[in-house]
Structure formats: structure tokens, C-alpha cells
């Protein structure tokens, strides 16, 4: 704890298990934090309230009991009172081992977390879809912010009598630019392709890319579109349309916005 002051340390204070460093540490932060000072004072019958603890003070109140009965005897020294404050052994290993499972249990969900943010930033903007393993999207609920785009974005459409491909985009502007998902059907694989965002002043910037495969998307037997999403610097104003392009040319599908 002499890294960081740790609220809940309160009750291994309150029974006095902290060592010498990690009380002081403490008892600086306890001066400038109200509500850890609120809990402790609440804790400050923690002892009796403590499961198994009523049997334990019973009998320290009937060991006094009886050697005030046979005082005179001296055949029982009476506990002093630290010691018939004292919790069990028992509870104090329990708290001991809480707050080692309570430390563990912290790190390991900071280890979790920041593997978790590496991937979402090794990824990009530009993650498509999740895939079967079969290599074709995943259910909708599994899209994440391109189905999202696609379902609650500014919607675009168009499709080809030519190719047979249809799609829509969906639109949000975002401070760097525009955001964009799509949907696509129609397509027959194996291909490579893209999808270009092309701007009113004939600008182009690639949003994003992926492989169809032989199955392809959008079917008779492969029902499932594609849906990904990407970025281009393009702010939403400026676009003009949308182009899904081949890899080594030609272009399957335009979009006008």
C-alpha cells in the first residue's frame, strides 16, 4: 500500500494488521479523506459485529465472570483488556488472506484491461467485420460500431444492374473527419477490394479494405452482407459519393451522398 493509498485497507487498520510503513501511509491519507474517516469510525464495533465473534466475546465475558466468583483463589488470572479486545486468530488470518485475494484479484483486472486497449488500438479504425469460421460475418449484434453505422448513421444506398451489387453507407462526422459504415450484397468472390470515399472536389482517400471470399457475400447460400467500417479525413460536407472498387480495377458499386 506505500505505492497507493488503498480505501479498503480501513478494516485491516481498524484491527491493527497493517505494518509499520503501510500504517503511517494510511493514517496520512485517513487525515485528508472524509469518507475512509467516516468508515472507520463506523467500524469501530466491527469486531462484535463480525460473524462467529458473539461466541468468542461470550465466553471472555464468562471467563471474567468466574474468575471474579473465584477471586480470592487465584486459580485464573483474568485476560487483560487488550486481550479480551483482541479478534481471534482465525478472523485475522481471513482478513490477511481477503486482502491478498482483493490485491491479486486488482492486478489481474489491470492486466486484462490493458491487453484489451492494445488490441482496440493495434486494430484501427478500419476493423471489419467478426468472422464464422467459415470466413463469413458473424450475427448483426456482433458488428459493433459497423452495424451500428449501418442501422443508426446518416444512410446512403445505391446499387449496379451491371454487377448485381447493392449497399448502403452510413455516416457520422467526428472531429477527424467522417465515419463511415457499409453494407454490401451482391458480391462474388474470390476478390479484393476497397472502398473510397471520393470528395466534391475529386479528392480521394481509401476508408477501408477487405477479401471476399469464393462463398461472397449477400447470396443464395451465403445470405450474410459484409459489413465493415472505416475513416476518411473528408469531412461529411465535403463528400460527394462513394466508390467499392477491385483490386486491379474496375468498381462494383457507387454510392452518391
Given at each position: ?25 494510511f493514517?496520512a ?9 467516516e ?69 489481474g ?66 472531429g ?25 472536389t ?56
Open positions: 500500500m506505500t505505492s497507493q493509498i488503498e480505501h479498503t485497507d480501513i478494516g485491516a487498520y481498524a484491527l491493527g494488521l497493517l505494518e509499520e510503513d503501510d500504517r503511517r501511509a493514517e491519507h485517513l487525515a485528508q479523506c472524509d469518507s475512509c474517516a468508515e472507520l469510525r463506523e467500524m469501530s464495533g466491527m469486531a462484535e459485529a463480525l460473524s462467529g465473534l458473539g461466541e468468542f466475546s461470550d465466553a471472555v465475558h464468562g471467563l471474567e465472570r468466574e474468575t471474579e466468583v473465584d477471586g480470592a483463589s487465584g486459580a485464573t488470572e483474568p485476560p487483560s483488556e487488550a486481550e479480551s479486545e483482541r479478534p481471534p486468530a482465525e478472523v485475522i488470518d481471513l482478513l490477511r488472506r481477503q486482502r491478498r485475494s482483493e490485491r491479486r484479484r486488482r492486478r483486472t489491470y492486466v486484462i484491461g490493458a491487453a484489451a486497449a492494445a488490441v482496440l488500438i493495434g486494430a484501427g479504425v478500419t476493423v471489419g467485420t467478426g468472422l464464422r469460421g467459415d470466413g463469413l460475418p458473424g450475427g448483426g449484434h456482433q458488428h459493433g460500431p459497423a452495424q451500428a453505422l449501418v442501422v443508426s448513421g446518416e444512410r446512403h444506398s445505391g446499387s449496379d444492374a451491371r454487377t448485381g451489387v447493392s449497399g448502403l453507407v452510413g455516416l457520422s462526422s467526428v477527424w473527419g467522417t465515419h463511415v459504415g457499409l453494407e454490401l450484397k451482391g458480391v462474388r468472390g474470390p476478390l479484393r477490394c476497397r472502398l473510397e470515399a471520393v470528395s466534391r475529386g479528392e480521394r482517400t481509401v476508408v477501408t479494405g477487405w477479401q471476399v471470399p469464393e462463398k461472397g457475400y449477400g447470396l443464395p447460400g451465403s445470405p450474410q452482407p459484409l459489413i465493415t467500417h472505416g475513416g476518411t479525413p473528408i469531412q461529411r460536407a465535403n463528400l460527394d459519393r462513394f466508390e467499392v472498387k477491385i483490386e486491379g480495377g474496375g468498381t462494383l458499386l457507387t454510392i452518391p451522398i
